[in-house]
């Protein structure tokens, strides 16, 4: 079992920027490549970036991309999620899930652990 903490939410003027972090417990956290998606309301949950085991590989969403950066510190067991530039179209809650696989999973179905979510508002 993993579990997971999102934090760093909250409200932000459009332009601004958040960084979100998410602490996981449990298994060995340097064992799981880790992902964030977000989810708004009436949409369905979407990918929004994922990052290998060691960290050297990222891939992101069109959507965010040039924007947003994942990170993660496997000494401090923390996966984290920069937001620069964001827009209005950012606002959702964002989760980040965990998986085992050897390969780069892009679709919520792939994810074996869920954090709770934290909500993320961008005012216009």
């Known amino acids: 079992q993993v579990q997971l903490v999102e934090s760093g939410g909250g409200l932000v003027q459009a332009g601004g920027s958040l960084r979100l972090s998410c602490a996981a417990s449990?298994?060995?956290?340097?064992?799981?490549?880790m992902g964030w998606f977000r989810q708004a309301p009436g949409m369905e949950r979407e990918f929004v970036a994922t990052?290998?085991?060691?960290?050297?590989?990222?891939f992101y969403a069109d959507s965010v991309k040039g924007r947003f950066t994942i990170s993660r510190d496997n000494a401090k067991n923390t996966v984290y999620l920069q937001m620069n530039s964001l827009k209005p179209e950012d606002t959702a809650v964002y989760y980040c899930?965990?998986?085992?696989?050897?390969?780069?999973?892009?679709?919520?179905?792939?994810?074996?652990?869920w954090g709770q979510g934290t909500q993320v508002t961008v005012s216009s």
């Open positions: 899930a965990a998986h085992s696989g050897l390969t780069r999973i892009v679709t919520p179905k792939g994810y074996d652990y």
């Open positions: 990052i290998s085991r060691s960290g050297g590989v990222t």
């Open positions: 449990g298994r060995t956290f340097r064992d799981y490549r």
